[in-house]
């Protein structure tokens, strides 16, 4: 069988064979599909064009470099992040997998996912408008006319594809009413609810109406520890950890370790510096866990910024250690918004006596985590 990354090589040696000026943009759904698309493009095409890959999780430099002018053809490979988010200049050929992964979270394992599925109807047609920016453009579609024409017209939106944890507790702080009753423009299924409902219950975020008229109108009602939730932009389950932090006496470290969670990764491992990159964060690596691990990123990097003083060195340090200048900062960012509203609660304490033994931080630690 001819796979997608076969026939988007084909499409493009057949657009590079007319020896017509453009430059291409290929739509592959997963960072691994794009790596092997280029492997086997640059083997193909040596010297004639600047291949050039475009996923979320490369360095900005990296991402920079489709944006800017080169003498030879740029062919770029990317995820859906181009279909949307940016505009690349100068894109006259657009080859469409119609894949990409789509975030799906599934009530029964409670488990979340980036499954690889057939794009809509109106995301085709999004990406196909990529190639027509400059002039009069080609757009190669890898599916048949039949496979577009039956497929949804719109991507299902995120309410029916999310936890609804986060959404209930929220509708519960701002005194929504029943969320069975709400009009959604797309309503969630009932199995969704439950389950986000049941997520609540767990953490202790929720308990049921005791007043018999209100429950009526609003069967649920927020336990005093589901109003602090209710006011943390996180995940519900990651504003309990904060709130078990207090009770186990780790909640600075907790606190940094919540907000990190809230962030994308800040470790960086570009492709042709993956041996560095491991060496570089081997240094922050504890054999407690990944958790303490990112304690260690934040305290050298905090180091860093408190001994110098300046931005640069911490640029420097990042830069060194392959790690994401900006999602660091975005890190800190989350942090100190945290702090704010926590301290505005008034519930950060003045910190507990300091422990003796690193061991039993760790502990407390991984008990406000479980």
């Known amino acids: ?65 489709v ?44 488990t979340a996912g980036l499954p690889v599925r057939p794009i809509s109807r109106s995301s085709a047609d999004q990406r196909k408008g990529r190639c027509g920016r400059v002039e009069h453009g ?17 991507t299902p939106p995120e309410i029916l594809r999310a936890n609804l944890a986060g959404v209930i507790l929220r509708m519960l702080s701002l005194r929504l009413g029943d969320i069975d009753a709400f009009p959604f423009i797309d309503p969630p ?23 018999e008229l209100r429950r009526k109108r609003e069967p649920w009602r927020l ?5 602090i939730m209710a006011r943390l932009p996180i995940d519900p389950r990651i504003a309990r950890m904060i709130l078990a932090a207090k009770e186990e006496g780790c909640l600075p470290e907790i606190l940094i370790i919540a907000s990190a969670l809230s962030v994308p990764d800040p470790r960086e491992r ?40 300046s931005r640069n060195r911490v640029r420097r340090f990042c830069r060194e250690h392959f790690l994401s200048y900006r999602r660091i900062r975005e890190w800190g960012d989350v942090h100190d918004q ?15 006596a300091a422990r003796k033994e690193g061991l039993e931080l760790h502990t407390a630690i991984h008990r406000s985590i479980l």
């Open 1 to 65: 069988e001819v796979t997608h990354i076969d026939a988007a090589v084909r499409a493009v040696l057949e657009l590079t064979a007319r020896r017509e000026p453009g430059d291409i943009l290929i739509f592959m759904p997963t960072e691994r599909d794009i790596r092997e698309t280029r492997e086997l493009l640059s083997g193909r095409l040596t010297g004639e064009a600047a291949i050039l890959p475009l996923f979320s999780r490369l360095t900005r430099s990296e991402q920079e470099r």
């Open 67 to 110: 944006f800017r002018p080169l003498p030879q053809r740029k062919i770029v490979i990317a995820t859906n992040v181009a279909e949307t988010s940016l505009t690349i200049p100068g894109i006259r050929y657009v080859i469409d997998t119609g894949l990409a992964r789509i975030a799906q979270y599934n009530p029964r394992s409670r």
């Open 138 to 154: 080609i757009c190669i579609r890898l599916f048949s006319e039949e496979a577009y024409a039956a497929r949804p017209l719109y």
């Open 189 to 211: 299924t009932s199995k969704s609810v439950r389950d986000g409902i049941d997520i609540l219950l767990e953490l202790g975020a929720i308990e049921r109406e005791q007043d």
């Open 223 to 227: 336990t005093e520890r589901g109003r």
């Open 270 to 309: 570009p492709a042709d510096k993956e041996a560095q990159a491991d060496q570089m964060h081997a240094l922050f690596k504890d054999p407690a866990s990944d958790f303490v691990s990112l304690l260690k990123i934040w305290e050298r990097c905090r180091e860093t910024g408190e001994s110098s003083g």
């Open 338 to 352: 945290l702090r704010t509203i926590l301290a505005e609660q008034k519930f950060l304490p003045v910190r507990a």
